[in-house]
């Protein structure tokens, strides 16, 4: 039996038989402190989690959101809202909102198409030369850098260097924070100071040619200052919102992408159901995620002795909250919770959290991916991947690809 331990090969090749048992025998499970990290609490019942990232109160993200200690210190980064409780993450979260308006993301839906008939485009020369096409990182992970790139207001010039930038970041964070500067977390450094430099020089040029995109909109948000008088938000705060849905909105819309057809590739009864009613794909899209988390786990601090089930967590313990366990969670998805779907109802899900960090890119998430998949499997119905020859991101907090070789192209 695979027992629960994060940092272990085994369990993240596949870790639903480790949270089932957590869910059945241990659902307010304290793990304990080894050489690789510090001790912790874990949830994994849907119910306990949803409530938790509803009271920040209780349960704060203040003190980072993974289960190792400083890791807001180590990078050296600007606060992000993600890190913040109410009511200073409230006030930041709806500055950024303006970026995101339903308008905004819209209007990216023909861009967005184009772009991702040119990345199959891509795919199909190399399948018909004959040579391997990898799905993840031929069409999966270019999507949301595209996106970024243009929410952002980067030029088509400077796209090119945006792409290594966000691998660091989400490298970083992959890798809860924990630097190894003398390997490749030194690269990713030297990345991220790059992206810190470009970004800063793109705000100071947005101060004063205002432009109609997210930079620009943060630029020209207000909030009030130490004397009640509205004032313009730093670079350093503008450089914190930059990393945040940097980090937050790359690889977790890659991981959704691919596992979509991962998910697919097993299921051709599935596949057959949306090929005959595409309507379905909306709904398909959140059972995708559902089942395949991107964000399986980020934690919480306790901010006072809390109970939950009868188990006293003390304060100041780190607590993970398990969104990948809780989403196969029987209680509230019935029997068949580990089974794929497509037309499963569900009317509350832990894939986006809940609560005040509700993720923030939800549509512009539910739009790449739904355009993505929708041309792909347009071009291509029974594209089918090689999920056994992939390879997978190593991470305690994510679930995603590195590399997803397509088996056939359909
Ligand atoms: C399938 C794709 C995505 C998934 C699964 C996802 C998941 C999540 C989750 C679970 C959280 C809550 C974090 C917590 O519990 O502390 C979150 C927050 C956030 N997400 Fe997403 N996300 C996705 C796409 C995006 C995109 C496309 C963007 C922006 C371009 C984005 C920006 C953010 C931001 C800024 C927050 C912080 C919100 C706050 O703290 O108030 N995400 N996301």
Not at 242 to 262: K, R, W, Y
């Amino acid at each position: 039996m695979q027992v629960y331990d994060p940092l272990d090969v085994e369990f993240l090749a596949d870790p639903y038989p480790a949270f089932a048992w957590l869910r059945e025998n241990e659902p307010v499970h304290h793990h304990p402190a080894d050489d690789r990290a510090p001790g912790f609490w874990a949830l994994s019942r849907f119910e306990h989690i949803w409530d938790a990232v509803r009271r920040p109160e209780l349960f704060s993200s203040a003190s980072g959101l993974t289960f190792f200690n400083d890791e807001i210190g180590q990078l050296g980064i600007p606060p992000t809202m993600v890190m913040l409780d109410p009511p200073v993450q409230t006030q930041l979260r709806s500055l950024i909102g303006r970026g995101f308006t339903p308008k905004r993301v819209t209007v990216l839906e023909d861009r967005i198409r184009t772009f991702v008939r040119a990345r199959i485009a891509v795919m199909d020369r190399l399948a018909a030369d004959g040579a391997p096409v990898d799905l993840h990182q031929q069409l999966s992970s270019t999507v949301p850098t595209y996106v970024l790139a243009e929410l952002f207001g980067i030029p088509l010039g400077d796209q090119q260097r945006f792409a290594p930038w966000v691998h660091a970041l989400t490298q970083l964070q992959n890798d809860g924070f924990t630097l190894d500067v003398e390997g490749s977390g030194g690269a990713a450094l030297v990345a991220m100071a790059e992206m810190m430099e470009y970004f800063t020089a793109a705000i100071t040029d947005r101060r004063t040619n205002l432009t109609d995109d997210l930079l620009g909109a943060l630029v020209a948000a207000e909030v009030p200052g130490p004397d009640g008088e509205p004032q313009r938000l730093s670079d350093w705060d503008i450089l914190g919102f930059c990393f945040v849905v940097v980090a937050g909105g790359s690889d977790t819309t890659a991981s959704l992408i691919s596992h979509s057809i991962t998910l697919l590739s097993e299921a051709p009864d599935q596949r057959r159901l949306l090929l005959d009613d595409p309507g379905l794909i909306n709904g398909a899209l959140i059972e995708f995620l559902r089942l395949e988390s991107s964000v399986q786990g980020l934690a919480r601090t306790t901010t006072a002795d809390v109970v939950v089930d009868g188990t006293t967590i003390p304060a100041s313990e780190k607590v993970m909250m398990l969104y990948a366990a809780g989403n196969r969670d029987p209680r509230e998805f019935g029997a068949t919770a580990d089974a794929l779907d497509v037309r499963r109802a569900i009317p509350r899900h832990l894939s986006f959290s809940s609560g005040p960090h509700f993720c923030i890119g939800t549509h512009l998430a539910r739009l790449q991916a739904r355009v993505a998949v929708e041309e792909l499997l347009a071009a291509h119905p029974w594209c089918t991947v090689d999920a056994a020859a992939g390879t997978r991101h190593q991470s305690a907090f994510v679930r995603g690809w590195l590399s997803l070789p397509v088996a056939d192209i359909g």
